[in-house]
């Protein structure tokens, strides 16, 4: 009897013993794959193909995609030896996109060459003179060339000028610096 008692508890304990023996069929959890750090969740460096800070206002606003529209205006105004001067300045760039939004009767009335004085008008709002750049700006009212106030206001990480809201800080040129801007700036009496 001892041995079938024996032979009884080595059945049972015979799935025990199994579940702790090395199994060549059992499945192995895959080794971690070594992946690269998270990256932080930052603003991309502007796009500004070829430009450096050897280059002035204009040069650089011609060189970012997404102001090809506000460089135009500026040749077509006649303000790229204005801002090629020695400055500095500080321009609130409208995206395409800003311009795009404009409505069309306005487009329209600035492009007209009789009114090439209010095109500059208006392209001088988005510049003051000075080299603001981002951690520089703070909450004030600044003078423009077209010497009319723009209100800064700059609040948890954000800074907005009158009703634009910058989308892009500081990008550098030799002459000043560029921030680009979700909205075209019109001076109280173009509005």
């Known amino acids: 009897m001892k041995k079938f008692a024996n032979f009884a508890a080595s059945i049972l304990l015979l799935p025990v013993f199994a579940a702790c023996a090395p199994n060549d069929t059992a499945e192995v959890p895959p080794a971690p794959i070594a992946t690269a750090p998270p990256v932080a969740d930052v603003t991309p460096e502007p796009a500004t193909p070829d430009a450096t800070v050897n280059e002035n206002i204009p040069d650089v606003v011609k060189a970012n995609p997404s102001l090809k529209t506000l460089s135009s205006l500026i040749d077509q105004a006649g303000l790229r030896d204005k801002l090629n001067d020695a400055g500095p300045y500080t321009l609130f760039a409208p995206s395409d996109e800003a311009f795009a939004a404009v409505p069309e009767e306005t487009r329209a009335r600035l492009l007209k060459p009789e009114n090439r004085q209010l095109l500059i008008q208006v392209l001088t709002y988005h510049v003051v003179p000075g080299n603001l750049t981002a951690n520089q700006l703070r909450s004030q009212e600044v003078k423009t060339l077209a ?44 509005q």
């Open 147 to 190: 010497n009319n106030p723009l209100n800064i206001q700059v609040a948890q990480d954000q800074v907005r000028v009158n009703d634009a809201r910058v989308t892009q800080p500081d990008i550098e040129a030799r002459n000043g610096v560029i921030h680009i801007i979700d909205r075209v700036l019109l001076p109280p009496m173009t």
